[in-house]
T-cell receptor, first 116, second 112 residues
Framework: AQTVTQSQPEMSVQEAETVTLSCTYDTSESDYYLFWYKQPPSRQMILVIRQEAYKQQNATENRFSVNFQKAAKSFSLKISDSQLGDAAMYFCAYSPDLQGAQKLVFGQGTRLTINP | EAQVTQNPRYLITVTGKKLTVTCSQNMNHEYMSWYRQDPGLGLRQIYYSMNVEVTDKGDVPEGYKVSRKEKRNFPLILESPSPNQTSLYFC???????????FGPGTRLLVL
C-alpha cells in the first residue's frame, strides 16, 4: 500500500528566511505524481506545487521549490523568503499513474509558523 | 468564477439522523472525490467518481454513500451518522486524470 509520511508535525521560521518541509513516500510504482498542498486557517486546500515522477528536473513555483529524490522516495518543499501569509498546514500527497486511478494519498501534515 | 461549492459549511446533527452534504462544480470536470480530514491523519479518500453513474470506494467508505446523476453534482450521504463521522469533509474535482484537483471550502460536521 502506498503511504506518505511527514515526520515534522510542526515547523517555525523567521520571516524572510528559508524553510524546508520533509516528505517521504512508499510505492512500488515507477510513474506517479507528487503534490504539496497548503491549508491556511480558512481550511481551503490550495495546490502549491506538483511534480511528475518521470521528470528529473525539480518543480519550481516562484518562492516554492521541491527537492525530488526518486531513489530515496523523498519529496521536500523549500520555501524561500518566508512571508507571514505562508503560515498554514502543509500536506504532501501522492497519486499513482494508473489507468483510471483516482487515488490521492495524503501525509499527516506539517504546521508551519512564521515568526515576524 | 471556477469553483467547487459545498453545502452546508457547518452542520451539527444527532446520531442516526440521515444527512446529505452537497457538492457542485462549474468546471465541467469528469473526476470528483470526497475526503475527510482528521487531526494527525491528513486527508483520507472516501469515494470517487470518474463520470456520471461511475463511482467507486476510496480508503474509508464505510458509513457513506454517494451518487453521480449529473456531471456537476456529487453529493455525500450519511444514512445513519455516528459520532466517529465527526470530521471536516472536502469535495474535490479535476478535469483529467493528471490534472490538479480543485477543493471545495470544506464542511465541518459534528455528530452528537
Amino acid at each position: 500500500a502506498q503511504t506518505v509520511t511527514q515526520s515534522q508535525p510542526e515547523m517555525s521560521v523567521q520571516e524572510a528566511e528559508t524553510v524546508t518541509l520533509s516528505c517521504t513516500y512508499d510505492t512500488s510504482e515507477s510513474d506517479y505524481y507528487l503534490f504539496w498542498y497548503k491549508q491556511p486557517p480558512s481550511r481551503q486546500m490550495i495546490l502549491v506545487i506538483r511534480q511528475e515522477a518521470y521528470k528529473q528536473q525539480n518543480a519550481t513555483e516562484n518562492r516554492f521549490s521541491v527537492n525530488f529524490q526518486k531513489a530515496a522516495k523523498s519529496f521536500s518543499l523549500k520555501i524561500s523568503d518566508s512571508q507571514l501569509g505562508d503560515a498554514a498546514m502543509y500536506f504532501c500527497a501522492y497519486s499513482p499513474d494508473l489507468q483510471g486511478a483516482q487515488k490521492l494519498v495524503f501525509g499527516q501534515g506539517t504546521r508551519l509558523t512564521i515568526n515576524p | 468564477e471556477a469553483q467547487v461549492t459545498q453545502n452546508p459549511r457547518y452542520l451539527i446533527t444527532v446520531t442516526g439522523k440521515k444527512l446529505t452534504v452537497t457538492c457542485s462544480q462549474n468546471m465541467n470536470h469528469e473526476y470528483m472525490s470526497w475526503y475527510r480530514q482528521d487531526p494527525g491523519l491528513g486527508l483520507r479518500q472516501i469515494y470517487y467518481s470518474m463520470n456520471v453513474e461511475v463511482t467507486d470506494k476510496g480508503d474509508v467508505p464505510e458509513g457513506y454513500k454517494v451518487s453521480r446523476k449529473e456531471k456537476r453534482n456529487f453529493p455525500l450521504i450519511l444514512e445513519s451518522p455516528s459520532p466517529n463521522q465527526t470530521s471536516l469533509y472536502f469535495c474535490a474535482s479535476r478535469y483529467g486524470r493528471w490534472e490538479t484537483q480543485y477543493f471545495g471550502p470544506g464542511t465541518r460536521l459534528l455528530v452528537l
